[in-house]
C-alpha cells in the first residue's frame, strides 16, 4: 500500500523549534516533488515549501521563508521540514504530499497535481 506518514508535530511555545517528517512507503520518494501544506480552522490550505525529487530546488511561501528549511533524504525515503521561530501563526495542521509525477517540479503547480497526501499532523504554538 502506498501510503506518506507525517510525524514531529506538538505544542511548543513561540520561538521553539520543530522538524516535521514524511516517510513514504510503498513508493520511490526519490523521483517525485513533494510539498508541505498546512491549514488553520477555519482558513484555505498554504503550500508551504517545496522541494524538487532532486533535492537541489526548494520554494517557499514568503512568511516562512528565512525560518523554515525544508529537505530531503533518499535514502530513508523521508523528506522533513525544520521549522525554526515558531509563531502562533504558524499553528495549523502539516500535511505533505507527493507530485503525481515523476521527474517533475513545477513549484507553483495547482494542489490537484499532488496525488498521494498524507494524514496531517498537528502544529501548534503558544504565544
Known amino acids: 500500500q502506498v501510503q506518506l506518514v507525517e510525524s514531529g508535530g506538538g505544542l511548543v511555545q513561540a520561538g521553539d523549534s520543530l522538524t516535521l517528517s514524511c516517510t513514504a512507503s510503498?513508493?520511490?520518494?526519490?523521483?517525485?516533488?513533494v510539498a508541505w501544506f498546512r491549514q488553520a480552522p477555519g482558513e484555505g490550505r498554504d503550500r508551504v515549501a517545496t522541494?524538487?525529487?532532486?533535492?537541489?530546488?526548494?520554494a517557499y511561501l514568503d512568511s516562512v521563508k528565512g525560518r523554515f528549511t525544508i529537505s530531503r533524504d533518499s535514502a530513508k525515503n523521508t523528506v522533513y521540514l525544520q521549522m525554526n521561530g515558531l509563531k502562533p501563526e504558524d499553528t495549523a495542521v502539516y500535511y505533505c504530499?507527493?507530485?503525481?509525477?515523476?521527474?517533475?517540479?513545477?513549484?507553483?503547480?495547482?494542489?490537484?497535481?499532488?496525488?498521494?497526501w498524507g494524514q496531517g499532523t498537528q502544529v501548534s504554538v503558544s504565544s
Open positions: 510503498g513508493r520511490d520518494f526519490s523521483i517525485y516533488s
Open positions: 522541494i524538487s525529487y532532486s533535492g537541489r530546488y526548494t
Open positions: 504530499a507527493a507530485f503525481g509525477k515523476s521527474f517533475l517540479y513545477i513549484p507553483d503547480s495547482p494542489d490537484s497535481d499532488y496525488d498521494l
